[in-house]
């Protein structure tokens, strides 16, 4: 692999890349990080924080290895979409943060580090209907991320600022062109939902029980030669 000339592309993001993004992104929508004042999505259930192209739900109930009848506080789970179409629908709450709010729980209370904290499982995003190769097809030039590295050091979690090394392949002419390293994919995560101009119709799932598939952003900042 080789870098490319630094500057902003159209990226494609693969689908394990992006169930790690998507990960950091919806610890946002945990209650408790709205009630500490810490999370990006403050004060906007309702509103619109993503494309339109974006629907994100939680499916506990779905017969898989990640499915789960009650929370670990013994609160009935239930399906839910958290994004739909770009608009923030819910937080996820445990019994101590919906007391808070004078909500109910959404049956998100999760056992953690000797307490009880809020999870989330078996997120779903809904794919898109264009093949991979349809949705690569009008980009001139961009870039297809494959890898990331030093995600978890590279996130700010207040601001939502992230750089991390990636890997991939350049996009020349709507094909996957030569291979790329030692190159840096960096942008903002909330921006980054904003921008998605269109999902793949193959989906998989990870082990961090997100189901997403690959997306495509408008542009992001690839820091190369």
Sequence with gaps: GTQCPSGKYP???HSDC??????YFLESASSDEVQRQSSLLIGKLGQKIASSKLTIEEKPLTKNIFFSYFDDEGVATQNKVIVKKGVLQTYFYNLETAKKDGVKSTGNGSWAGGKIGIGFSNIFVKPGKQSFE?????IEKGVYITELAGLMTG?????????CQAQGFMIENGKLTKPLNLITLSGNVLQMFKDVKGLSNRSVTYIN??????VYI???SIGGK
């Excluded at 996130?155 to 750089?163: E, L, T, Y």
């Design 209 to 214: 029980s997100i189901t997403c598939p690959d």
């Design 11 to 13: 990226t494609v993001i």
């Design 218 to 220: 408008k542009k992001m």
């Design 155 to 163: 996130m700010n979690p207040r601001s939502g600022d992230f750089s």
């Design 134 to 138: 349809e949705l690569i097809a009008p």
């Design 18 to 23: 992006m169930a790690d993004l998507l990960g």
